[in-house]
């Protein structure tokens, strides 16, 4: 059984940063794309990030974070992280980790708060 679990979230003021971590069990994540995503309250879950499987596993981002995020891979931890800077205000979500089957998640962590405060 796959499971996802995230860390990192909290509250920080805009400008700051936080990392976000995902550790999972039951499948290698070097060998499947890894994704973050997040809901603001009263929103979609939104995509954020992703990275493909391989060594040099391709990356890409939201419009809305990219250049102030970057999704990594930590093979010996089974782990992904995502590093964001310069946080808004509207970067406040509940961020969740995702493994895909393919192209679509197919098993999700139970989500971590993010809060900027302005």
């Known amino acids: 059984q796959v499971q996802l679990v995230e860390s990192g979230g909290g509250l920080v003021q805009a400008g700051g940063s936080l990392r976000l971590s995902c550790t999972m069990s039951?499948?290698?994540?070097?060998?499947?794309?890894m994704g973050w995503f997040r809901q603001a309250p009263g929103k979609e879950r939104e995509f954020v990030a992703r990275?493909?499987?391989?060594?040099?596993?391709?990356?890409s981002y939201a419009d809305s974070v990219r250049g102030r995020s970057a999704i990594s891979r930590d093979n010996p931890k089974n782990a992904v992280s995502l590093q964001m800077n310069n946080l808004k205000p509207e970067d406040t979500a509940v961020y969740y980790c995702?493994?895909?089957?393919?192209?679509?998640?197919?098993?999700w962590g139970q989500g971590t708060q993010v809060t900027v405060s302005s």
């Open positions: 990275i493909r499987p391989g060594t040099w596993g391709a990356r």
């Open positions: 995702a493994s895909y089957v393919g192209d679509s998640p197919d098993y």
């Open positions: 039951g499948r290698t994540i070097s060998s499947v794309t």
